[in-house]
C-alpha cells in the first residue's frame, strides 16, 4: 500500500538534546513538508522540499533542520535551539508543488521535558 | 497580512445539517482546500475549490466565492464519526507553493 509514515508516533526528549523525526513515503511523490500543529492554531509549515536535495525555509524554521538525500525520505530534526519544541508534527507530501491535495503522515507527537 | 477565519467549536445532532464558515485574507489565491482531522490523527483530504460556487461529494459540499474571500463546508446527514475538526486551507499565489491553514473547527455530534 502507497503511503506516508512517520515514526514514532510519540517520542519524549530531555531538553537540550536534538532529536530526529522520520518520515517516509512511497507514494513517488516529489514535494515534501514539515508541519508544526499547536492547540488552537492551524498548521504552520517549518520546511518544505520540492525535489531531492532540495529545501526551503518555512514560516517557522528557527530551531529546525532537514535534509532530502532521498526522494522517499525527508527527516527533520528538533534541535537544542528550537524554544518550544512540544507539539504535534504533521509531515506531508504531494505530486509536486502545485498539487492541489497533499497527502499527510499519522504525526509525531513531540514532549520535551 | 495572511489570515484565515473560522469558528473555534460547532455543535450539531445526528442526522442534522451543518455548515462550516471560512473566510480568508491571503497575498494571492491558488485555491482553497477543507481537510479532517480526527483528534491525534493526520489530516485527510476532503474538497478542493477553486472556481466560484458548489462542489459536491456525497454527503460534504464545499462553496467558494472568490470575491468574498470565503468559503464554507456543508456536512449533511450527520454521523457520530462526522466529530472532529474541519481545517479550512488556502493555496497562496507565490510559489504556487505555500498552503496557509485555519485554526480549524472543532465538530461534535451529539446523538
Known amino acids: 500500500d502507497g503511503g506516508i509514515t512517520q515514526s514514532p508516533k510519540y517520542l519524549f526528549r530531555k531538553e537540550g538534546q536534538n532529536v530526529t523525526l522520520s518520515c517516509e513515503q512511497n507514494?513517488?511523490?516529489?514535494?515534501m513538508y514539515w508541519y508544526r500543529q499547536d492547540p488552537g492554531q492551524g498548521l504552520r509549515l517549518i520546511y518544505y522540499s520540492q525535489i531531492v536535495n532540495d529545501f526551503q525555509k518555512g514560516d517557522i524554521a528557527e530551531g529546525y533542520s532537514v535534509s532530502r538525500e532521498k526522494k522517499e525520505s525527508f527527516p527533520l530534526t528538533v534541535t537544542s535551539a528550537q524554544k518550544n519544541p512540544t507539539a504535534f508534527y504533521l509531515c506531508a507530501s504531494s505530486i509536486d508543488r502545485v498539487s492541489t491535495e497533499a497527502f499527510f503522515g499519522q504525526g509525531t507527537r513531540l514532549t520535551v521535558v | 497580512g495572511q489570515n484565515i477565519d473560522q469558528p473555534t467549536e460547532m455543535t450539531a445532532t445526528e442526522g442534522a445539517i451543518v455548515q462550516i464558515n471560512c473566510t480568508y485574507q491571503t497575498s494571492g489565491f491558488n485555491g482553497l482546500f477543507w481537510y479532517q482531522q480526527h483528534a491525534g490523527e493526520a489530516p485527510t483530504f476532503l474538497s478542493y475549490n477553486v472556481l466560484d460556487g458548489l462542489e459536491e461529494k456525497g454527503r460534504f459540499s464545499s462553496f467558494l466565492s472568490r470575491s468574498k474571500g470565503y468559503s464554507y463546508l456543508l456536512l449533511k446527514e450527520l454521523q457520530m464519526k462526522d466529530s472532529a475538526s474541519y481545517l479550512c486551507a488556502v493555496k497562496g499565489e507565490t510559489g504556487g507553493f505555500k498552503t496557509i491553514f485555519g485554526a480549524g473547527t472543532r465538530l461534535f455530534v451529539k446523538a
Open positions: 507514494l513517488n511523490h516529489d514535494a
